[in-house]
């Protein structure tokens, strides 16, 4: 007998058969074309063959480079539609419910092209993240759904918190109005990876009497960012502490605000006890009068005093120890009779003082409330 040997090539090698009937017969399969892949399935689609593969999405993958974990990204993707017929879009679904995507219509014309917006919320994300959409589409006059496929892929990093250094700003001990200078250090803590560019510096606000200088936070070694703030000023004609902030605002996706204390000494020239006089009372107990000291920091003498505003109310005043600067101050009404009704009375009472030939002055805010009779 002859025996004919026929030989069919598949992936698996080369299989011998020793007759035509040994051959196994192979049913034919449809394909529908899904974001530019052919895609096999066993649904007959209503659109012949030719026009189906002329419907699809511009691109499989879209990257949407780097970005600080917290923020939004956004891209376009583009359905293309080639084939024959017109085409409804039934829904646009994301692999996860951070990513969002929304068409302006809901149908696409045979021979158009519709852009696709969508964005990633890259919240609580970190390193290389890839969101995958689906967009349905049917054909006008037709129940087939055809899917097709994209994704976009996103680097994420969330960058350390930006720390000062001093973490404290002390100015230490210093004369009024005498000039003080001092830096800091604004650190990226971890660094950053390639392709990111570090937060951007937009304000800084710090007390009056500080002027802050900025210099923009840039990479200065490998994997090392660093910003700087020159600090200056003139010192208040004030004594003792004062305490304060400067609030550096930037923007950080997790750490957009960096606050550092700042606090100076002045070594003063002189201050009043109290610092400021608020009285409650009537006028029947007119004329009033208040004890107050100046006391020195520095050896100085009391140049002159005097009083301002304090309208409709006579004040003076009298040294009551001169050589340890405690004085009296009076006050009476211009007519007592006439106040039938409660009446503010707001003024400061100034002492001028000479040290070290420098002439200097303080205030003290005055408030005296005189009810009704």
């Not at 995507?101 to 696709?116: A, P, R, Y």
């Not at 208040?290 to 005093?305: A, D, P, T």
């Amino acid at each position: 007998m002859l025996l004919l040997y026929i030989f069919l090539l598949d992936k698996r090698g080369t299989i011998e058969y020793e007759s035509l009937s040994e051959i196994p017969t192979v049913e034919p399969k449809e394909f529908q074309f899904s974001s530019r892949k052919l895609l096999p399935t066993n649904a007959t689609n209503t659109i012949e063959k030719k026009n189906e593969q002329l419907l699809s999405i511009e691109n499989d993958e879209y990257e949407l480079g780097n970005a600080f974990e917290g923020r939004v990204v956004s891209g376009e993707a583009k359905l293309i539609n080639k084939s024959e017929n017109d085409i409804c879009i039934e829904r646009i679904v994301s692999s996860c419910g951070c990513s969002t995507s929304n068409v302006s219509t809901h149908h696409v014309l045979s021979g158009q092209t519709l852009t696709i917006p969508f964005s990633i919320r890259t919240d609580g994300k970190n390193g290389g993240f890839v969101a995958r959409y689906q967009v349905d589409c049917r054909p006008e006059e037709s129940s087939e759904i055809i899917p097709l496929f994209f994704c976009a892929k996103v680097n994420i990093q969330t960058p350390g918190q930006i720390t000062a250094f001093p973490a404290v700003v002390s100015f230490g001990k210093h004369d009024p109005a005498s000039e003080v200078k001092q830096d800091v250090s604004l650190c990226l803590a971890d660094g950053l990876e390639d392709g990111f560019s570090p937060p951007t510096i937009i304000k800084v606000e710090s007390p009056e009497w500080i002027y802050a200088e900025i210099n923009p936070i840039a990479q200065t070694s490998d994997k090392t960012y660093e910003g700087k703030l020159k600090l200056s000023g003139t010192v208040p004609n004030s004594s003792g502490s004062i305490s304060d902030t400067i609030r550096i605002t930037t923007d950080h996706p997790r750490y957009p605000v960096t606050t550092i204390p700042v606090s100076i000494d002045i070594a003063g020239y002189v201050d009043l006890e109290p610092r400021r006089l608020i009285h409650v009372t009537s006028c029947v107990n007119f004329p009033l009068s208040m004890g107050i000291h100046v006391r020195f920091i520095r050896s100085g003498v009391i140049e002159k005093c005097e009083f301002t505003g304090m309208q409709d109310m006579e004040c003076d005043y009298e040294f009551s120890d001169e050589t340890t600067g405690k004085i009296k101050l009076k006050f009476e009404l211009k007519d007592k009779y006439a106040h039938t009704m409660r009446q503010v009375f707001k003024g400061e009472f100034v002492v001028s003082v000479k040290i070290q030939n420098e002439s200097h002055r303080v205030a003290m805010p005055l408030l005296i409330i005189v009810n009704e009779k």
